[in-house]
């Protein structure tokens, strides 16, 4: 191998990584984004199921949804450590409607920074065997 030819192949290796590095770490970094995201949706759901299953237990008592909310508040930040953006609980003849909204970490900041999820339940209510 001539001089020449060494010398231009010195600090190839150093520009690589420079060059690699970067696309690398971004990959990386919207890799940890998707799994925060995917853990604040998760904890949104599992979070509005148990509102509206406290809230349909419940159901007539004038207590209802401040005891689904106060439950709704203490998973989420049992869960995740941060409050809930809006709690949302809506009673219709049949069943309990919950919605629960959350702001996901932002590691990347133009990705998603808001989830929202949702569940219904059906009212338990006792029937006497006449009223079947």
């Keep these: ?21 970067p ?8 890799l940890v984004q998707l799994a925060v995201t995917m853990h604040t949706a998760h904890v949104a759901g599992v979070v509005a199921m148990r509102g509206a299953q406290v809230a349909a237990q419940m159901a007539g008592h004038p ?5 689904a909310v106060d439950e709704m508040d203490s998973m989420i930040r049992g869960l995740q450590g ?13 069943s309990v409607q919950s919605r629960v909204v959350l702001r996901t970490g932002g590691v990347v900041p133009w990705l998603a920074s808001r989830v929202e999820r949702g569940a219904s339940v059906p009212l338990e209510v006792f029937r006497f065997s006449g009223e079947r």
Excluded: N
């Excluded at 207590?63 to 005891?67: I, S």
């Excluded at 941060?82 to 049949?94: K, V």
């Design 23 to 30: 696309v690398l770490l971004g990959v990386v970094l919207v």
């Design 63 to 67: 207590a209802a949804v401040p005891t």
């Design 1 to 21: 191998m001539s001089r020449d030819r060494e010398r231009f192949g010195r600090g190839e290796a150093s520009v690589e990584t420079v060059l690699v590095f």
């Design 82 to 94: 941060r409050p809930a953006d809006s709690l949302a609980l809506q009673f219709d003849g049949l």
